[in-house]
């Protein structure tokens, strides 16, 4: 079992994603997130799917989007640093990416779908790195990690905005 990286893995920038992430095993966190983003994104209706959860924040289908972009360039960074890629990994603009997904085209389900194959491909991803490599540093966003680290980044950012969304509308989410 992984296990949770050390705080000299990872920059304090990281440190608001990394520290959501709840103990236990990853490979069954990252599974049982799935399980929770679509418990919480499948209680939207396609109409509501396309409001904001809160004024001036995206759309519903928006944090779909960009959680799944966001993994897409983490797992990215993951692979880079796991093979030891010692080129400085830029970042993204989050905003430009949501502004450009065109993701107002696709129904809910799709981005759902979307982003469960998004985490299918990171676990498969996952199956290709050693134990050696979990520990390799490399340097993502001019900030020094470890591939371990950026997997607890890519766990974090999904809980960040699962727990935006419970926040934003108390009361709907109980788990069952």
């Given at each position: ?22 103990d ?25 799917a ?76 996952l ?37 935006v ?12």
């Amino acid at each position: 079992m992984l296990q949770r990286p050390e705080q000299n893995e990872y920059d304090p920038y990281f440190s608001t994603y990394i520290d959501v992430v709840p103990d236990g095993d990853i490979l069954q966190l990252l599974q049982q997130q799935l399980n929770q983003v679509n418990f919480i994104f499948g209680k939207f209706s396609e109409e509501q799917a396309e409001q904001s959860y809160a004024p001036r924040k995206w759309k519903i289908k928006e944090v779909v989007g960009h959680i799944s972009d966001s993994e897409r360039v983490m797992s990215y960074w993951m692979l880079s640093v796991a093979r030891g890629d010692r080129m400085k990994l830029p970042g993204y603009d989050q905003d430009i990416f949501v502004n450009n997904g065109s993701f107002g085209e696709c129904t809910l389900a799709e981005l759902l779908v979307d982003l469960q194959a998004v985490r299918q491909a990171t676990f498969s991803l996952l199956s290709t790195i050693s134990e050696t490599a979990w520990l390799r540093v490399g340097n993502v966003v001019n900030k020094v990690v470890t591939a371990r680290s950026l997997l607890y980044l890519i766990v974090g950012h999904t809980e960040h905005h699962l727990n935006v969304i419970k926040h934003a509308i108390p009361g709907e989410f109980k788990q069952q």
